[in-house]
């Protein structure tokens, strides 16, 4: 009995592992419980690794966002249609036709980010080439006339030809994509270069949009 007795007095005369703070709420003290030693390491690897991830993969390089890989992956599923669609006709309809078609602006939407960026900037905004988000343009007069520069070549070879790099359906959605950039600027890109010409004509009627694209193609 005087064993236990002497063990308890023992052990309240040990220092408690639990030392009570200065703060007090209400007469109420609490206890200085210090953060693990695991959360705090991996805090801090979660503050080391955090700037390199976000400068990778937020820095604005084509690509490397989540939404653009998705994108890019949407658009190869789309481009595995290529083959049910057929060879479409590089005209002003066909263009036209698919410049209201969103699905099939997310694989022009991708082709141009593989060959154009460099050139007219994300998304069009300008850089070398000019802008195509506003209402001006250099060697286009009418809707067409994209296919044609995209084709063929402009200034004296500063817009190089296409044709023997794209295929037609290529340049067809590219096309309908550079069409669909006009009048998305909001000021930032490159100022205006060349004349302001008239809208684009409007959208087909739903049943002609709807129609399968092998067929008209």
């Known amino acids: 009995m005087s064993d236990q007795k002497n063990n308890a007095a023992e052990s309240s005369n040990e220092p408690s592992a639990d030392t009570l703070t200065d703060e007090s709420f209400d007469g109420i003290q609490q206890f200085d419980h210090p953060l693990p030693k695991w959360w705090i390491w991996l805090f801090a690897g979660c503050l080391v690794f955090a700037p390199p991830y976000f400068w990778y993969y937020h820095n604005g390089t084509e690509g490397r966002s989540l939404a653009d890989q998705h994108d890019t992956r949407l658009a190869e599923n789309l481009k595995l249609q290529f083959s049910q669609m057929g060879e479409l006709k590089a005209d002003r ?22 060959n154009c960026v460099a050139c007219h900037g994300r998304d069009g905004i300008g850089q070398v080439g000019p802008n195509l988000q506003d209402d001006h343009y250099k060697n286009v007069r009418d809707i067409e006339d994209i296919l044609r520069v995209l084709q063929n070549g402009a200034n004296a070879g500063a817009m190089p030809a296409w044709k023997s790099k794209l295929s037609t359906n290529e340049i067809v959605l590219v096309s309908a994509y550079v069409a669909s950039l006009r009048g998305t600027s909001d000021g930032s890109g490159k100022p205006a270069e060349g004349r302001e010409i008239p809208a684009w004509p409007p959208a087909p009627p739903k049943d002609a949009s709807e129609e399968d694209p092998a067929a008209q193609g």
Do not use: A, C
Request: glycine content about 4%.
């Open 93 to 114: 309809e066909t263009l036209v036709r698919f410049t209201y078609e969103d699905s099939w602006l997310r694989v022009g939407r991708s082709i141009f980010k593989t």
